[in-house]
């Protein structure tokens, strides 16, 4: 198995570190003054794993059936770890050329742990094992699912392990193909889209204007 990481611009690494401690501090202050329910994380002894970009992908895409590859590069996310383990994510939003690079969010929840279980099982899959992969995040925001995805380099069977918590229509650390992953989506996808007033009036315009081209 040889997985490789992407190469973020030259500050992300900074920047998702400073966030990150950021909040740390915030928490411990949290922490001193009382406040109930507030984890506590520690602003040092903590490192940074091997980043990954991330990747949106919308309802659209999905029930259009379109190559995963296409979908939006929109950060950089990184596990923060300490000798106990991941801690948090740290994620950096990708910079243009007017605006640079910025911290988007520090995540401490469920997914967090999901992700570095899933990192840490990769050698478990025959697929992965035999395969030459660079690592990546891909996000379905609209419906709750998050996915390691594993893209090939050599080739373009790329394999897609969905974390925990999963939506009910997916199955956590399962790996899925790229036609299997659609499969399962399109179908939530396109009673979310039909559910949405104004994604739905969108559809209903574009179904008109092809008709209207087509007579």
């Known amino acids: 198995m040889v997985v490789e990481f992407a190469s973020p611009p030259g500050n992300a690494q900074e920047i998702a570190l400073t966030g990150f401690q950021s909040l740390a501090r915030f928490t411990q202050a949290s922490h001193r003054e009382g406040e109930a329910g507030i ?5 040092t002894d903590v490192t940074l794993s091997a980043p990954r970009p991330v990747h949106h992908l919308g309802l659209q895409q999905i029930v259009a059936r379109e190559p995963i ?11 923060v770890l300490t000798k106990d383990g991941a801690v948090a994510s740290s994620e950096v939003s990708i910079g243009t050329d007017e605006r640079p690079p910025m911290l988007e969010l ?3 929840g469920p997914f967090v742990q999901s992700t570095a279980s899933a990192l840490q099982r990769l050698e478990d899959f025959p697929d992965v094992r035999s395969g030459r992969y660079e690592l990546h995040m891909l996000k379905i925001p609209a419906l709750w699912a998050f996915v390691l995805w594993l893209r090939q380099l050599d080739g373009s069977a790329d394999l897609f392990i969905v974390l925990s918590p999963a939506p009910e229509f997916l199955e ?7 036609d299997e992953l659609l499969d399962v989506l399109e179908d939530p996808a396109r009673r979310r889209l039909e559910s ?13 204007v092809r008709s209207s081209n087509l007579s």
Do not use: F, K
């Open 106 to 108: 520090v995540n401490m």
């Open 196 to 208: 949405t007033p104004h994604q739905a009036a969108e559809r209903r315009s574009s179904r008109q």
């Open 39 to 43: 984890q506590v994380l520690p602003e």
């Open 69 to 79: 590859r296409n979908s939006a590069a929109t950060g950089w996310q990184y596990l």
């Open 172 to 178: 956590a650390g399962r790996i899925y193909r790229e």
